[in-house]
């Protein structure tokens, strides 16, 4: 073979191991433990999810998934931690409803840069309940209202992140109801539910995750659902569309997003494996005992689901008029 008819089958070569890397490569994932970034402080709803969903890819893959715990800058911290990581499928975070309600809500063009993640998939959903401290002098809506406007402004509610889904929540309550209930932000909603039991703060807007331990040992009390139904951990408790509020109808969700640039392959077969998870009757149940359901969406039906949600929360920004720093 000469050298004119040896150099297009090596070019021919060279090009198929280049194409064949990155699928070897996905064969390959995971090698190594994964890193899985929170980005809340330990001790709140999006910690708990990670574990279990983290416990449960352990077990699947045989590779240590660590819970890397990276709270402040409203979420900045986690994402810049995310965009220095390698795009190979080693290193994900779980991101919540503020994904789509920071880059709305803030002038920062770094968060619009965090939008480029690609999304793997949904987690969980959950709605959000309105509970007080103990000593608050109210058992229902209708006495926690009367309260708070006999109180404009003297009222504290914790919140994980200024401009966070606990702060939107809060501040949809305020425009909907027409109280002044203020934000005291915290760096997760594990610290502020501390100083709630403490009673630092008096009242919070937070999810059956977080809430239900303290609320069977009496420190906080439950006013109301901030959801359509009732829920089945909580079947006492009526919705504040059933005590008078109508139309507040906030919920948090949960998901996966990695690097960009990470391939499609790595996305979807990390993807098809939380579904899988999702599936688990025992997953299922530790997430049922605590008041909450799997999410189920891919990679399309996720990066659908932000796009969606981008618009709804700039539509609630704007009417209840609401203002947020960097």
Partial sequence: MNKRMLYPWLLSAAALITVAAPALAQLDYPNRPIRFIVPNAPGGA???????VGDKLTHAWGQQVIIDNRPGGNNIVAGETLQRAAPDGQTMQLVTAAHAINPTAHSNPIYKAFLDFPPVATLVSTDYILVVNAAVPANNLKEFLALAQSKPGQLNAAVSNVGGIQHLALEYFNALAGVNLLAVPYRGGGPGMTD???????LAFNNTLTLLPHLKSGKIKAIGVGGNARLSVLPQLPTFAEQGLAGYNVK????VVVPVRTPRGIINKLANEIIKIQALP???EKLAVQGVEPFVNGPDKFAALIKSELVSFAKVIKAANIKLQN
């Fill in 46 to 52: 999006t910690s708990i999810v990670a574990r279990l």
């Fill in 196 to 202: 709630l039991i403490g009673g630092q703060v008096q």
């Fill in 252 to 255: 948090n969700w949960m998901g």
């Fill in 282 to 284: 025992d997953f299922r």
